[in-house]
């Protein structure tokens, strides 16, 4: 380096010496994103979302809010004076809490893996720009994943904390149900992620996924009523669906749902490996496409 | 690290190629950049250029021949090659949900630099870009000229050795142009080893000290801008305008003067070492042109010579 007249302002430093303070080598920038690469991506994704986190409070503590009255107090009072015990003994109300619960996390997984997924690939192309850093493309997955389950930790924990001011969480082990929903949101939103990066085009998939898919998964999960009153023909939809083994496991936690310890394996084995599907599959769906 | 003036070259292509299906997107290239060089990859659209640099970024895979960048192959060693670049896109890719100033911390972040680093480097470097003004500004209220000064800054955050950059000014107005030239030439002077594609050819001419023009995936001329233009035209052009429908016939006429003769539609070129010796000669053949214009013969020449005057695409 030059010898510099130390009163030279800021900007005459950085026009005639753009490289004053001196990275650290590349050596040790490739080092430190391999190990900690995932973490770098999820931090952009969570500034990003920061700029909008009026509008995902609003919604996180709105959304619970309007169900819980509508349902839970609206409708429950209705179907409590009528069908009393059809629920296991419990109120209506702590019947549908953990399913709104994890119907709520399925849903916000089901907007995070859909257009920001487009958008890192298509539209604003945001994908591209660590993807030219030392960061390789799991990593990016990974980022968008490790963002993405941050935000449905604090949006389900906010739901749970309503649930509980509403009285419909009665058991101790009620605050269990938070990561169970969260793993519910995921083994929903991984493999979608996976679709979502393989959409060259949009023209309307997103749009009937939520038609066609998370509509359905809402209303035939067990969500409003249990599984077995549906005819058999339709139960499969619950059989396959991320959301009744969430919902069932949410309600053997939240308010003591006799669920057979099996089953209760059975369910969380089905939630993770489906999860673990949907997250190699995108995995490989975004090495294929940003490495073109 | 002390970069050696004679040492080996910081990028290294042999026989480079990448195919899709059938198609040849690059068929076969070789070529070597040494330390501080400015190198460009000239050629029309669909010619290669972006998919090399693509490869030499270590985002995209070739199909065959061998690649390393500062010795190392970017197939082996992604992150370490991409450490040691920085890369200006031909399409911008910022975050427009972010302000100016956190897109270059963000990317700073993928190189793991501290905060400590980044936030005086960010700073310095909006400065450089002069976006100053805009630091808290969102992307999205930028202009094109602003954004591509905003993705030149962040390709220099983690203070490169090597810029790789792809059509830096496609889009922008003169204005905009000449202070990116500005900006890459201070980068030059202070020994960044520059890699553009373009195809202005005046662009090539201020910032490339050597240059490669490729079509069809292959090189067909390599050198500096005056070498190529030596080499693939002649010192002086003749430009003559007889009127749209003459410009063909009258060609026969002007046959044997000059070094070659080339009739378009709305002119004929003459290529020739003396310009105003050609003019004479087909005043002396009693021609009178519409328009004359003796100039400088350009890369552009050369380009067009080379790649031919059909569109590509």
């Known amino acids: 380096m030059t010898d510099r007249d130390p009163a030279a302002s800021v900007q005459d430093a950085a026009v005639n010496q753009p490289y004053r303070l001196h990275a650290h080598k590349p050596e040790v920038s490739a080092r430190r994103a391999r190990a900690f690469g995932s973490w770098y991506y999820a931090e952009h994704v969570l500034r990003s979302m920061n700029s909008y986190k009026w509008t995902l409070l609003a919604s996180s503590v709105g959304t619970p809010v309007m169900y819980l009255f509508a349902m839970g107090i609206g409708l429950a009072t209705l179907v409590d004076q009528n069908a009393a015990g059809a629920f296991g003994g419990v109120s209506y109300l702590a019947f549908i809490a953990p399913a709104l619960l994890a119907s709520a996390t399925i849903m916000i997984a089901a907007t995070e893996f859909t257009y920001p997924v487009m958008d890192g690939f298509k539209w604003r192309r945001v994908y591209y720009g660590p993807h030219a850093s030392p960061l390789n493309t799991d990593q990016i997955v990974n980022g968008h994943v490790i963002a993405v389950t941050a935000r449905l930790t604090a949006s389900t924990i906010i739901y749970f904390l309503i649930v509980a001011a509403f009285g419909a969480s009665p058991s101790l082990t009620g605050a269990a149900v938070i990561p169970v929903a969260v793993l519910s949101g995921l083994a929903f939103g991984l493999p979608l992620m996976a679709y979502s990066a393989s959409v060259e085009e949009d023209k309307g998939q997103f749009a009937l996924v ?51 310890v099996w089953l209760a394996v059975v369910h969380v084995l089905f939630l993770v490996v489906l999860a673990a599907i949907g997250l190699r599959l995108a995995r490989s769906v975004y090495a294929r496409r940003l490495g073109k | ?108 972040r993928y190189f793991g630099l501290p905060m400590s680093y980044l936030k005086p480097k960010a700073d310095e470097l909006l400065e450089f870009a002069q ?22 800054a962040r390709s220099l955050i983690n203070e490169p050795k090597i810029l790789l950059l792809d059509e830096p000014t496609t889009g922008l107005d003169p204005q905009a ?31 490339c000290d050597r240059l490669v023009v490729v079509d069809k995936g292959q090189i067909m001329a390599e050198g500096s801008p005056a070498q190529l233009i030596r080499d693939h035209s002649t010192r002086e052009v003749l430009e003559l305008r007889f009127g749209s429908e003459r410009n063909t016939t009258v060609a026969a006429d002007l046959q044997g003067i000059g070094d070659r003769l080339e009739p378009l539609p709305d002119r004929v070129l ?40 059909s569109l590509v695409d």
């Open chain 2, 131 to 152: 976006l100053t003004d805009k630091a808290s500004a969102k992307v999205d209220a930028l202009s094109g000229g602003m954004k591509r000064r905003l993705t030149i």
């Open chain 2, 270 to 309: 003459i290529y020739t070492h003396d310009g105003e010796a050609a003019l004479e000669e087909v005043t002396a053949r009693g021609l009178r042109p519409i328009t004359s214009l003796v100039r400088r013969s350009s890369l552009e020449d050369v380009f067009l010579r080379l790649t031919g005057r």
């Open chain 2, 1 to 108: 690290m002390p970069t050696l003036p004679a040492g080996p070259p910081v990028i290294s292509a042999q026989q480079l190629s990448k195919h899709y299906g059938d198609f040849k997107a690059v068929d076969g290239i070789s070529f070597e950049v040494p330390a501080g060089e400015s190198f460009g990859l000239l050629g029309p659209n669909g010619a290669g250029k972006s998919t090399t640099m693509r490869m030499i970024g270590g985002v995209s895979q070739r199909t065959s021949g061998q690649l390393t960048i500062m010795g190392l192959d970017p197939e082996e060693h992604g992150p370490e090659v991409r450490a040691h670049l920085g890369v200006v896109p031909q399409q911008d890719n910022l975050d427009e949900e972010l302000k100016v100033r956190d897109n270059l911390l963000v990317y700073g």
């Open chain 1, 210 to 260: 939520m038609r066609f898919i998370v509509t359905p998964l809402f209303l035939f999960s067990g969500t409003f009523f249990p599984l077995d009153t549906l005819p058999v023909f339709l139960r499969w939809i619950g059989w396959i669906s991320p959301l009744w083994h969430g919902t069932e496991l949410g309600r053997a936690l939240t308010y003591g749902y006799d669920l057979p």
């Open chain 2, 177 to 207: 142009r000449h202070i990116l030239w500005d900006r890459l030439f201070r980068l030059k002077e202070s020994g960044v080893t520059l890699i553009l594609t373009t195809h202005y050819m005046d662009e090539a001419e201020q910032l």
